[in-house]
């Protein structure tokens, strides 16, 4: 299936790739020493098989690092940061001078302690958090495949190289991901498995037996075992991977600290400095007699040479690019420049439904504005981890991908809320999609560690979330989010949403795909909801973050803030202490606290206003005391939720109009 | 290597077992018919499998559920909760009347919409999270293996069932887990998955292509297939999962919604009633003329002779408990008793400490502490996500828990803290121990879902997280925790403790070990901190959540509120602001937010005081405001860490002692 005919050789060199291995070794274990902080283990034992990698096959131009049809290039196993650090100079990435590595793990230096995504050009993905790399890796793989759909081979045809250690195939997530890519056969991901029997504890038999091969031989991969020192078998394998049908697992034999004379071999090599006496020794081992950070020249040159390689073929992709009918739709894709029939029609769907009054769930009012975005766009590409019909994350016409069929926009995760939420980060760091995926919001909880780095590395990544509180019922306790809105609100970088009807729903879409450096979560409801608005709606309300939907006439006496499926319920107090207690209640719907932090002083201070507040949310307070303040009251949980009707729970936990009211009435001073 | 010989023989019946796998599925869809909610197929499809299980071979007695030696299943496919609801009822558990099967989800009921550890005698363990139940059946197994090896077969020689269903399977939770049972060869553990090629969003073929069955063998596991509705091929696939010395996986082949004409085999069985035509057609199907709820006589008798076998093994258990010279150490184990010397040597470790004014990292100070723990009681059982030497969790004379060598009390769990914590809960929920593991808080984020099962079950599970904030330097942002201590206050039922020193340290082991329906989070520093108690420590002053470190003389112009690790640092700014300023600031270290929170008013309101009030802390303002009130001040971070030595980044982010004091004069009214 793989339509990349070049044909890789060996470029004549001036001096041989063992020497270009060596300048990996020399120049990670000086940069650790210098930083007396690191890894050399990693990249002494993987120099062997990166530099026949990056010398032979892959496609990379330092000078445009991120022309598209590049290949990627991701260090899972992201402590050897080194390794990535010292090919970037070697191939003469212009933001990585030598004194870049000298500044390794310095403060505002481009060579941070594992890889950042942002910091120097060309790093694919944030890596560190073990398995985060190759699970990031199948959603590159996979948008490569999907936009290769799209465009033709002329126009994308790609590989996918990751590196991974012990600890990347021991997480679980490693589990998600490779299963996702199996079966989806993703023949372009080719895994190099840096299989040398130590992790920080010591051996690895300490705490594994797994047969590695054979495990992702059951999840379809295509499998070879090699030794990592043996520089034409790393040809030979990386090869047949790239003729191979499905997904490539190379097991690399390998030596940790490879090199060093006393160490390597050992786990005192993975996480820290070798030290003088052992780099001397390490010098003299391996004949590499020149200084702290000095690269001979023909050493220098035959890297470079391998980045020529690379620049001839991405001018020949762009000649194809100029001519190419389709250049304009590819290059407004890969921007990830939505049309502005988005818009329009989004707009055009709240006036819609303000006028029809419609009452649905938010999950059913994400998936009717989602008809319309999807209708508008095809960057958008949807899925769920296993909970289509529950998260309505599926529209009309959406076909699905399956296996060695990428023409879909459809992608049935499985249940894999993880490995979902890394494919979707890699698929936004290829480019050409906005991804999307459905779960519970409990089930956040699974994805986590996922979620931070979309956050961390600011991808415009939105993460449907439905079922978001007690409001879901029978399911019971450990389906209930309560703390997660509280987890997710205090991560950086990261929008929030929480809409409390069909218009803000809409509205909260809107601003999730506008948002083109911060992923989104839409935190939605199982339970039908009001059309609450009572003006038609101009513009984006939302877009402040908070506001009043309800100012109280002349005076007001309290503030009631709400989010969600809370503000209906707000809403009722508000009326009830009116009609009963002469209060009047302003109410404020904040469906988004990141927007709201970011407004004024004055416009925050005329939503919050100066009387007493209460805050109503079906979640922990935690947070809350922030917009309350000290006189304030929390109305929502203060323990986990129950199994039961949703209707006996909000009863149960006494979130209802009464309960606020009898709130109100106690803190309030009466005229 | 199993030492039960009991060999399991079908008893004389009054009916078949066929009839008895129907009464489950009888009640299995008349109660989910009734709550208008819930999950049939599963029950269904495993009725086969379960009634074989527990009619011929599970030892329990549900007179006495709790028995330590009885034999441990699990659900881990929650959702088919009524299949264990409805187990409890035909067996005779007292607490699970018909009266509890017809309030199936409702308020109050024992018989929560997913399994609930609590809710219902005999419930081991809280399932419903996918994955959790089968990761927290290897910590059971474990346990069981370990507790037998220190009081031997006479007294603890059980087996751990669990069914598992797809989704269990494809979260990367089960990888870890069943990569560390098939390491540690846990012979008695035996796991049916229900391969009804069934999820919600359709046949799994929709995103899985794994050969199942050769993952578990890649992991070491002894695997078996058969048809899940041939109850000979069940039995005799049981036998030899308990002869195995490895643990089992038996795949079973089912038909989810078994028994129902037109529905069964599909995904509308998974999570639906079946409703009133489809029930009254499986009636027919199945031969089933009986009532809504109604169980005939004999078929109830048939399921109590089941039970008759259990009660005599716990009779006969018993006897052999009560002649045992080892019974009274035996049960203070399983009542999980600390021995008075653990907390008096932690008493004189304080004194030791203050007297020698030892300046360590708290994490240093925590395995200090631990050599005083492990030293006075076994109980504890150690390990670590692969971090050992950095988590420092291992003390003096601990041995390994080793593949088939249960002996010792120190676990490698590998890079798995999704697994290392659910285990936990299953060295917890077993008894007989109680286990402490360390991860780096950052990685709290991929222990999330079983952290808080944890909580939600009440267990004394103790997370020793280190490296917990920017102190911990160059690994950078990706391990530089920010939002997760808000994400583990905002968790209900959790004691997060982040002590200042070495004598904060111990009280917040002390705390933790106390806590016998609570998990606790240690979270330390990776760097050295002063010893900074002036007094000698008499009693334990963190268990009071916050107390005036520093209280200021005359007046208090401002409150300096820190933990862990800027306690040390709002020290240095009361100095500061006393030297160079003359404003006198009280000192407050707030160890743990919930144990504050559940002082008195007049407590809180002390420590708090009326001055202003600053917080530092090096995370997450989110839940600050609630200590600080409007007026208040936070000094710590606003965005993602970054890669640099530690002193670098207390500069770079302003938490320092100058930025703290200039904050102080900024908001307090001088004199």
Known sequence: MNTKTVIPSVAKLAVSEVDMANAIR???????????????????????????????????????PEWPDR?????????????????????????????????????????????????ARGIETTTGPLGQGIATAVGMALAERM???????????????????????????????????????????????????ISIDGPTSLSTSTDQAARFAAAGWHVQRID??????????????????????????????????????????????????????????????HAPFQIPDEILRSWRAAADRGRAARVAWESKLATSPRRQEF???????????????????????????????TRKASELALAVINAATELTVGGSADLTHSNLTITNGMERIAPSEFSGRYIHYGIREHGMAAAMNGIARHGGFIPYGGTFLCFADYARGAMRLSALMGQRVIYVMTHDSIGLGEDGPTHQPIEHLAMLRATPNLNVFRPADIIETAECWELALGEKKRPSVLVLSRQNLPMLRTIVPEGNRSARGAYLMRESVGRRDVTLIATG??????????????????????????????????????????????APRIAIEAAARHGWDRWIGESGV??????????????????????????????????????
């Open 26 to 64: 020399a120049l990670a274990m000086d940069a650790v020493q210098k930083a007396s902080s690191g890894h050399p283990g990693m990249p002494m034992g993987m120099a062997d098989v990166a530099t026949v990698l990056f010398n032979r096959f892959i496609t990379l131009d330092p000078s445009q």
């Open 71 to 119: 290949d990627r290039f991701v260090l899972s196993a992201g402590h050897g940061s080194m390794l990535q650090y010292a090919l970037h100079f070697l191939l003469g990435y212009e933001d990585m001078p030598v004194e870049e590595l000298q500044r390794f793990r310095q403060l505002g230096s481009r060579t941070a302690g594992h890889p950042e995504y942002g910091h």
């Open 147 to 197: 936009l290769a759909a799209r465009f033709g081979a002329e126009l994308v045809d790609h590989y996918t190289y990751v590196i991974a250690g012990d600890g990347c195939l021991q997480e679980g997530i490693s589990h998600e991901a490779i299963d996702l890519a199996g079966h989806l056969r993703l023949d372009r991901l080719i895994v190099f498995w840096d299989d040398n029997s």
């Open 228 to 289: 990592g020192h043996d520089m034409e078998a790393v040809a030979d394998a990386i090869e047949k991977a790239r003729r191979a049908e499905q997904p490539s697992l190379i097991a690399c034999r390998t030596t940790i600290g490879k090199g060093a004379p006393n160490l390597g071999g050992s786990e005192k090599t993975h996480g820290a400095p070798l030290g003088d006496v052992e780099i001397a020794a390490t010098r003299k081992n391996i004949r590499w007699a």
């Open 331 to 361: 290059e407004s894709a890969v921007a990830g420049e939505l049309p502005d029939a988005v818009f329009e029609d989004l707009d055009a769907f709240r006036k819609e439904h303000f006028e029809k009054a419609t009452k649905v769930a």
């Open 565 to 610: 499926s809370e503000v209906e319920i707000a809403r009722a107090a508000a009326d009830l202490l009116h009609d009963q207690h002469k209060v009047r209640a302003a109410l404020v719907s904040m469906p988004c606290w990141e927007l709201f932090e970011e407004q004024d002083e004055n416009y925050r201070a005329e939503v919050l206003g100066k």
């Open 634 to 671: 929390f109305v929502g949980m203060t323990g986990f939720g129950a199994s039961a009707p949703a209707a006996d729970l909000y009863r149960h936990f006494g979130i209802s109009a009464e309960a606020i009211a009898e709130a109100a009435l106690a803190i309030i001073q009466k005229d």
